[in-house]
């Protein structure tokens, strides 16, 4: 049973970057599509992004420019980063597995972890 | 950007009776590439159903879903007391977008 933890500070000042780490265990990295996910009260569900073992990105059109999504295979993880934080980007982050295609229903979930932006 | 429109914002109901979800999308949904989760508080919203109408690993067949095009529905045959929670609906027939949700409780 692959299994999805994300890590990461729970609170960033307004302008920097949020920085997050999902860590997979129980399967490889090195397959499949690997994706963020934010939920806030404001915005709901939102997609961030994906990043495929072969290094392939695609981001949300609206996050696009601020928004970075990287995998190391030697660790098993795949990570976030997003510039330039606003308190809209305050919410709670889930890193997800792609059951199969690039945009796909996400079959496993990390627990998610609350990120604040505040000064 | 297809947008995803839930309905109604809250279903109020008692277990043993029938659950009608209903999704509708801004414009055609690609090869109905819709699925369904189930979300309770604290806690990663769970896959239901993909494609439509395909239950995810271990859902039991109470859930069952349909639709095509623009139009699709989630039903709950009969509600059980680990039932009440917020559903979503997605898509994923271009890029992902996830609907506002509809919470399901109990009357």
């Known amino acids: 049973q692959v299994q999805l933890q994300e890590s990461g500070p729970g609170l960033v000042t307004p302008s920097e970057t949020l920085s997050l780490t999902c860590t997979v265990s129980g399967g490889s990295i090195s397959s499949n599509y690997w994706s963020w996910i934010r939920q806030s009260p404001g915005k709901g569900l939102e997609w961030i992004g994906y990043v495929h073992y072969n290094g392939n990105t695609n981001y949300n059109p609206f996050l696009q420019s601020r928004v970075t999504i990287s995998l190391d295979t030697s660790k098993n993880q795949f990570s976030l980063k997003l510039r330039s934080v606003t308190a809209a980007d305050t919410a709670v982050y889930y890193c997800?597995?792609?059951?199969?295609?690039?945009?796909?229903?996400?079959?496993?979930w990390g627990q998610g972890t609350m990120v604040t932006v505040s000064s | 950007e297809i947008v995803l429109t839930q309905s109604p914002g809250t279903l109020s109901l008692s277990p043993g009776e029938r659950a009608t979800l209903s999704c509708r999308a801004s414009?055609?949904?690609?090869?109905?590439?819709i699925a369904w989760y189930q979300q309770k508080p604290g806690q990663a919203p769970r896959p239901l159903m993909y494609g439509a109408s395909i239950r995810a690993a271990g859902i039991p067949d109470r859930f069952s879903g349909s639709g095509s095009g623009t139009d699709f529905t989630l039903t709950i045959s009969r509600l059980e007391p680990e039932d009440f929670a917020v559903y979503y609906c997605q898509q994923y027939g271009s890029s992902v977008t996830f609907g506002p949700g509809t919470k399901v409780d109990i009357k």
């Open positions: 414009q055609s949904v690609d090869y109905n590439h």
């Open positions: 997800a597995r792609n059951q199969w295609l690039p945009h796909d229903v996400f079959n496993f």
